[in-house]
């Protein structure tokens, strides 16, 4: 028998890790798997910055468009799934690339995180009763990096949970895995952000927010009350702040800048749960191609 390896491409948003595993996997006869806990809701399209038809057309991409932003999906239910398609992929003789931004995702993935069963339900119970806030203070508390969608009660129970199973831990890799990181320098990436940003405003994220909230919240009315029974999906991202400016609470300058600034603060946070993981190793953006692919050519077919 001969398996591929997996292929995974980490990094903070607007990096540039879609295009790089596009080019790679067109290379390489593989497929892509998203690793990204925004483009799997249908509808969002714009404001996830989902790769567009035109890309999935060049590569097969996997992962996007799974549930509605209404319907719940679990990090346990991300790692069945790409599992699946994982295996589904190499079963075909291609190559897997598993190419994202959220760290809980990949983790799960490259680490085989154990769950249902193994979690401690008083625990959860508890976490349960907890609003977002008392979740945020007890990460803080307990030397617990906050998740990418830190503001979503259920990934915040999901990071303790993990942080509290000792079976779930960075310290052994899956067999058969090549793991890069891209680095960009900051002050790059921020322009990075700033024209991903300007071009979700071109393209139409305005119109987006209006039908998703029309769709999936269409009493939401910008109360705490209201925002607490919102989808976690429209709570997190640009969608709030573009709801605002449609409802003339803040000017489209004024939601682009903040548009750019969450994005900003999502990268610190990628990045700083990135860098605990010791299997990534971490190239600038201008090596990283050569070393995936002096990689995969060494590793892509193994005699098991």
Aim: glycine share 6%; charged share 30%; aromatic share 8%.
């Amino acid at each position: 028998m001969v398996t591929q390896p997996l292929v995974v491409i980490v990094g903070p948003t607007a990096s540039g890790k879609t295009s790089l595993a596009i080019k790679l996997a067109e290379k390489f006869n593989g497929e892509i798997i998203s690793a990204d806990s925004r483009t799997i809701y249908c509808d969002l399209n714009i404001g996830t910055a989902k790769p567009t038809a035109a890309e999935q057309k060049r590569v097969k991409h996997w992962g996007i468009d799974l549930v509605d932003p209404n319907q719940r999906f679990t990090v346990a239910d991300y790692q069945k799934y790409a599992l699946a398609k994982i295996a589904d992929i190499r079963g075909r003789g291609k190559i897997p690339f598993l190419v994202g931004g959220s760290g809980l995702y990949v983790d799960a993935v490259l680490f085989n995180y154990e769950f249902g069963s193994n979690a401690d339900k008083k625990l959860r119970d508890e976490l349960n009763e907890m609003t977002v806030e008392e979740l945020q203070n007890y990460c803080n508390k307990h030397n617990i990096l906050l998740p990418e969608n830190y503001k979503n009660k259920r990934y915040l129970v999901r990071t303790i949970e993990c942080k509290s199973d000792v079976k779930n831990t960075r310290n052994k890799i899956r067999d058969d895995t090549i793991v890069a990181g891209i680095l960009v320098d900051g002050d790059e990436l921020r322009g990075r952000i700033a024209k991903r940003v300007c071009a979700m405003f071109d393209g139409g994220i305005e119109e987006e927010t209006r039908q998703s909230f029309a769709k999936y919240a269409p009493n939401f009315d910008g109360s705490p009350e209201s925002f607490a029974k919102l989808p976690e999906a429209l709570k997190s991202n640009i969608y709030p702040i573009v709801w605002r400016m449609l409802n003339g609470e803040i000017s489209r300058d004024e939601a682009i800048a903040l548009s750019e600034i969450d994005d900003w603060h999502l990268t610190k946070r990628q990045m700083t749960w990135f860098r605990r993981n010791p299997a990534i190793e971490w190239l600038p953006s201008g090596e990283i191609e050569k070393y995936l692919e002096q990689k995969i050519c060494s590793e892509s077919v193994k005699v098991i």
